[in-house]
């Protein structure tokens, strides 16, 4: 029996909502007018994630040559937009580091998956000149966090897609949407739009493998399909849906580059990936 989208949408009702200081300091980041004082405030009230944010400042992704060792020398080094996406990084840890079974991934691998697709996402952002990368990088982090959800009914459905995936040579993704009606990615999108987070982010999610469909910011989408596509020929997080895994000619268009890019970018992540086990502790 498969799955209702009355069904999708109460398993999203049932997410916990982004916990209060994230929501506040999402808020702060934004303002142009708040202050270091106001920022620290805010992430000191919660102890586990203020020892994460740390943790993830004083990884080789930022690459800062002293010890990190309080929020404001964090926020004073490293700005706003980083901290920003560290909490939000520290605070999805726990959802996205879980088994998702219905799509092959162990304990970690989809947290494996989204942190290198954020740090992906943000490389590339930088490359074709986005003029937000750090939004690049919130939308690369969250683009799968639909699966955590679609994964317990794709487990009942999982070798009929998988069998469709196989007979007809189609993504993974394709297979799901003839099946069930609909992707992880739409329902990543009812995620990000339960949590208020912006269109953009909504559509960056929603569009992850159809990029060519986006009417919201379009280029942002095309950052994260081909961050997506990067992590997957790099075998980060590949789980069941890495077959078949097809390339939007539209993303390159839309960037300004060519597929043969992809292959000098890759070097460039290369270092990024070695540090991927120091990205938060089991706090």
């Known amino acids: 029996m498969h799955v209702s989208l009355d069904q999708i949408v109460r398993g999203v009702n049932d997410l916990p909502a982004l916990p209060h200081v994230v929501d506040q300091v999402l808020k ?3 303002d142009p007018n708040s202050t270091v004082k106001e920022l620290n405030d805010i992430i000191c009230q919660d102890q586990a994630l203020t020892a994460k944010v740390l943790r993830l400042a004083n990884s080789a992704y930022y690459g800062y040559p002293r010890r990190i060792g309080t929020i404001v020398e964090a926020i004073v080094i490293l700005g706003f937009n980083a901290i920003r996406n560290l909490v939000l ?3 999805v840890h726990n959802l996205l580091n879980k088994e998702v079974p219905g799509y ?3 304990p970690g691998e989809l947290w494996r998956h989204s942190i290198a697709c954020a740090m992906t996402a943000r490389t590339l952002a930088r490359r074709v000149r986005y003029p937000k990368p750090d939004e690049a990088f919130i939308a690369g982090l969250l683009h799968d966090i639909g699966k955590v959800i679609l994964s317990v009914y794709v487990s009942d459905t999982y070798d009929e897609i998988f069998q469709k995936v196989r007979q007809f040579q189609i993504p993974f993704s394709q297979a799901e949407e003839e099946i069930l009606g609909f992707t992880h990615a739409v329902v990543g999108a009812r995620v990000a739009d339960k949590w208020n987070l912006p269109e ?3 559509q960056a999610i929603a569009y992850h ?3 060519q469909l986006a009417k919201e910011n379009p280029r942002l989408v ?3 399909h081909l961050a997506d ?3 997957m020929t ?3 997080g590949l789980g069941g849906d890495g077959m078949y895994y097809s390339v939007v000619p539209q993303a390159f268009a839309a960037l300004g580059l060519k597929p043969e890019d992809l292959e000098s970018i890759m070097g460039e992540l290369g270092d990024l990936f070695i540090d991927q086990n120091a990205f938060l502790p089991t706090v």
């Open 222 to 224: 095309a950052i994260v």
């Open 104 to 106: 092959q991934l162990g």
């Open 89 to 91: 990084a520290a605070s």
């Open 234 to 236: 790099m075998g980060i």
């Open 209 to 211: 493998h159809n990029p």
């Open 28 to 30: 702060l980041t934004e």
């Open 200 to 202: 953009s982010l909504v």
């Open 229 to 231: 596509v990067l992590c």
